[in-house]
């Protein structure tokens, strides 16, 4: 559980995939026993009545090789759903239940782009398990 804060303002909006970036400083600890790579499980927003049932998520915890913007871990979390707002400041809660691949550098957004999308479909299958739901749920 982190507050969202500001990314690098890339335009991941735009590239059809926002990303809530979590504060990576109060997230210390549990970065400490994890690789870098991408991941999926479950998110919320615990404080909102209106989102805090856990909802699908994609999640990238890397220094984004792709781009040369430093090498700064960051964890993003691409909810698979419509909150119609922003949320920065708020906190965020995500469960991560699985583990998809390493981080890679593409060469060039788009080919990056192609292959956030192939991860999508395959989180939002893998996260129809009832297994997993109730990881999240416990
Ligand atoms: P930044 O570079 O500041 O992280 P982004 O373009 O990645 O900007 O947009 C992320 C912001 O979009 C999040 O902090 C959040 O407030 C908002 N947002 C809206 N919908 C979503 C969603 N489905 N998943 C993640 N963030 C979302
Ligand atoms: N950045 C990379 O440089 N390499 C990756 O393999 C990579 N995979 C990502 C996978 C997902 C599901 C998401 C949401 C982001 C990924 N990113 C990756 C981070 C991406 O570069 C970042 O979201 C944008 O640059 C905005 O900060
Ligand atoms: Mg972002």
Do not use: Q
């Not at 430093?70 to 698979?80: I, N, P, Q, Y």
């Not at 991560?96 to 299958?125: C, H, Q, S």
């Amino acid at each position: 559980r982190a507050p969202v804060v500001y990314g690098f303002g890339r335009g991941s909006k735009k590239m059809g995939v926002p990303t809530a970036n979590l504060d990576p400083d109060v997230l210390e600890e549990e970065l400490g026993s994890m690789r870098k790579g991408v991941y999926f499980g479950y998110a919320r927003l615990p404080a909102d009545e209106k989102h805090a049932a856990w909802t699908k998520c994609v999640v990238n915890v890397g220094s984004r090789p792709t781009f040369a913007d430093g090498d700064g871990v960051t964890v993003e979390t691409h909810a698979l759903r419509d909150y119609g707002r922003d949320f920065y400041g708020e906190d965020m809660e995500v469960v991560v239940v699985g583990y998809l691949r390493p981080e890679m550098k593409f060469d060039g957004m788009a080919a990056l782009v192609n292959r956030i999308m192939t991860d999508i479909g395959l989180a939002r299958n893998a996260l129809d398990d009832p297994g997993h739901r109730r990881r999240a749920d416990d």
